[in-house]
């Protein structure tokens, strides 16, 4: 058979927690939480189940859910989106990409990127025939200059992926990146998809600038968000896309035909978690929190912590330690010292030796200091 996508195997994060398991290695590779999500949680599915919603939800999501999100929107960020025309229920973060990509992607259309890019982006541009153009941020600080970005333009570009904050670096846009990007697309019909999974993953008193916060991006914008991350729950595969009415109507017509609806217990269950409480606020200072503890637990370890603003990623430098390619390096972290990480090179489509690895600090304190405690020795 002729693949579609022929450079595509089985993702990293499945390699390396597979690996992980059959080491009983700590596994910091793949981004989900070692501990449990709130018990009120798996009650009000067992209540939603109780009470009749078994059968298929509304195409577009459950009309509590939508309503709770544009409240829960409008409460973080003071902007309204229509939940019956603006806010669409995905089966997570993935297949709102998926979903958007398809209902705008033409064959010869160009989507820019910025590399290390979360894995799903290019394979999924490809599929519907996108060519992917790169930008390439540069550790530490993957700071973008935009002057750079619009080299990449063409009369082909069709769509800018951003994701802030940023899966696997940790960098975060800032209101001058928001603002360049307005001044560059200004006079284009360019989309842009914003990857927004870690909205509130964002720390030291910084601001998440969502897209939604630009009146300019916002109305050529698909939003995406994850409820894996808001609830600690990634097992559910439950998120969001906001777009403005003409883009939403375009992705529910292929939502449809994609998964029609999604899983229905489960969204009556987040609506009424997250409805009249702020259950998720204190998410920031949670992982805030862990960031800085596993950071202070890595400090005397050799490895060369890169700035964390945001996510629950953290990288780290190994160059200091071994010459290894970074796949390499991870599989010998697992055999030899039993912690599982990511390779930051397979966020990027052609190889690179940067030397840096991604651990995911989305644990229990116990499970990152005997992770450290392993790292100490190499
Ligand atoms: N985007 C990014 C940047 C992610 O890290 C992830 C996965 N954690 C997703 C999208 C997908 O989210 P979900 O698990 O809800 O499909
Ligand atoms: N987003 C998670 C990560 O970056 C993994 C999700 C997945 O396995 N597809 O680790």
Same mark, same amino acid.
């Given at each position: 058979i002729q693949s579609k996508l022929p450079g595509v195997s089985t993702t990293i994060f499945s390699v390396m927690s597979k690996l992980a398991a059959e080491y009983n290695a700590i596994n910091l590779?793949? &981004? /989900?939480?070692?501990y449990p999500s709130d018990p009120k949680l798996t009650e009000l599915v067992n209540k939603a189940m109780k009470d009749g919603f078994n059968q298929y939800a509304p195409m577009p999501g459950n009309t509590l859910l939508k309503e709770t999100i544009a409240e829960k929107v409008e409460k973080c960020y003071n902007i309204k989106y229509n939940p019956d025309t603006e806010i669409t229920v995905t089966t997570g973060g993935t297949q709102a990409i998926f979903t958007a990509l398809a209902a705008i992607i033409n064959p010869g259309d160009e989507v820019i990127i910025f590399e290390?890019?979360?894995?799903?982006y290019a394979p999924t541009i490809k599929l519907f025939g996108g060519l992917v153009k790169t930008y390439q941020l540069a550790p530490?600080?993957? #700071?973008?200059d935009w002057d750079m970005v619009k080299?990449? /333009? !063409? #009369?082909?570009?069709r769509m800018i992926i951003l994701n802030s904050?940023?899966?696997? !670096? &940790?960098s975060i846009l800032s209101d001058d990146d928001m603002k360049s990007l307005i001044k560059l697309i200004n006079g284009t019909d360019i989309l842009i998809l914003s990857d927004?999974?870690?909205?509130?993953? %964002?720390?030291?008193?910084?601001?998440?600038? #969502?897209?939604?916060?630009?009146p300019e991006l916002k109305e050529r914008s698909f939003i995406v968000a994850s409820f894996g991350k808001l609830l600690h729950a !990634? &097992?559910?595969k439950l998120g969001y896309c906001l777009a403005p009415e003409q883009l939403t109507k375009e992705f529910r017509k292929v939502h449809q035909f994609n998964v029609f609806s999604v899983n229905s217990p489960m969204q009556q269950a987040i609506a009424e978690y997250i409805k009249? !409480?702020?259950?998720? %606020?204190g998410i920031t200072n949670f992982f805030e929190t862990k960031r800085n503890y596993f950071r202070g637990l890595l400090a005397d370890t050799r490895f060369e912590l890169l700035p964390c603003n945001g996510s629950y990623f953290q990288c780290a430098s190994y160059s200091k330690i071994s010459d290894e390619k970074d796949v390499d390096f991870s599989i010998r972290l697992i055999k030899e010292f039993g912690v599982a990480t990511i390779?930051? #090179?397979? /966020?990027?489509q052609k190889a690179n030796d940067h030397k840096i690895i991604r651990l995911c600090f989305a644990k229990e304190n116990s499970t990152l200091a005997l992770a450290a405690e392993k790292l100490r020795n190499v």
């Open positions: 590779s793949q &981004g /989900f939480p070692d290390p890019a979360y894995d799903c530490p600080n993957y #700071s973008i080299k990449l /333009f !063409t #009369s082909s570009t904050p940023q899966n696997p !670096t &940790g927004e999974v870690y909205e509130h993953l %964002i720390y030291d008193e910084q601001q998440h600038r #969502s897209v939604m916060l630009y !990634t &097992g559910w009249n !409480t702020d259950n998720y %606020i390779p930051v #090179s397979a /966020f990027y």
